[in-house]
C-alpha cells in the first residue's frame, strides 16, 4: 500500500503547522510559572533550595518552512 503526497499537500501541511505549533508551546501546554529545586550536597549535611518564580516564556521561532 502506498501513498502518493504532493509537494502542495506538503507545503500546506508545513504552514498549518508554522501557526500552529508556537502558539500551542507558548500558551497552550501551560509552562510552569514558577519552579523550585532542592539539593542534596555532601550526602545531605548541606541543602540548597533554589526557587524562581513569575517566569514568563517568548514565542518559540521554528523552522519549519525551510526558509
Same mark, same amino acid.
Given at each position: 500500500m502506498g501513498f502518493r503526497i504532493q509537494q502542495r499537500t506538503?507545503?500546506? =501541511?508545513?504552514?498549518?503547522?508554522?501557526?500552529?505549533?508556537?502558539?500551542y508551546v507558548t500558551? !497552550?501546554? /501551560?509552562? /510552569?510559572?514558577?519552579?523550585e529545586w532542592e539539593v542534596d550536597l555532601l550526602?545531605? *549535611?548541606w541543602k540548597y533550595k533554589f526557587e524562581w518564580s513569575n517566569i514568563k516564556y517568548d514565542q518559540p521561532d *521554528? !523552522?519549519? =518552512? /525551510?526558509?
Open positions: 506538503v507545503e500546506e =501541511l508545513k504552514k498549518a503547522m508554522q501557526y500552529f505549533l508556537p502558539h500558551f !497552550d501546554i /501551560d509552562l /510552569d510559572k514558577k519552579e550526602f545531605g *549535611l *521554528l !523552522d519549519i =518552512l /525551510d526558509t
